[in-house]
């Protein structure tokens, strides 16, 4: 099992960065890649990026590169989401997710979820 809780949320101006958190605990890291997904409003629920917890290697949805970095932290058993540049559009709650194996931007793969948490970008 795993289990994660994100924090770091709230509302911020467009241009403005932001850092959301997630920390992870439970059971082995062996194979464990980290995701953030978004969820705006009637919107579906979709693929921010990636990290594989083993190396830390990243992997992001084209609208974001440039803007967003993930990162992990092993000594704190936490991923972070930077988030610079914010636009409105990236108004939506995030979530922390987990899966074992190889990198997936599909929700459906994932097997562990947090509760989320409101990044608000007004204009």
């Known amino acids: 099992q795993v289990q994660l809780v994100e924090s770091g949320g709230g509302l911020v101006q467009a241009g403005d960065s932001l850092r959301v958190s997630c920390a992870v605990s439970?059971?082995?890291?062996?194979?464990?890649?980290m995701g953030w997904f978004r969820q705006g409003p009637g919107k579906d629920r979709e693929f921010v990026a990636a990290?594989?917890?083993?190396?830390?290697?990243?992997y992001y949805v084209d609208s974001v590169k440039g803007r967003f970095s993930i990162s992990r932290d092993s000594a704190k058993n936490t991923v972070y989401l930077q988030m610079n540049s914010l636009k409105p559009e990236d108004t939506a709650v995030y979530y922390c997710?987990?899966?074992?194996?190889?990198?997936?931007?599909?929700?459906?793969?994932?097997?562990?979820w947090g509760q989320g948490t409101q990044v608000t970008v007004s204009s």
């Open positions: 439970g059971s082995i890291f062996s194979r464990l890649i």
């Open positions: 997710a987990a899966r074992r194996g190889l990198y997936a931007n599909v929700a459906s793969l994932y097997d562990y």
């Open positions: 990290i594989r917890w083993s190396d830390g290697d990243p």
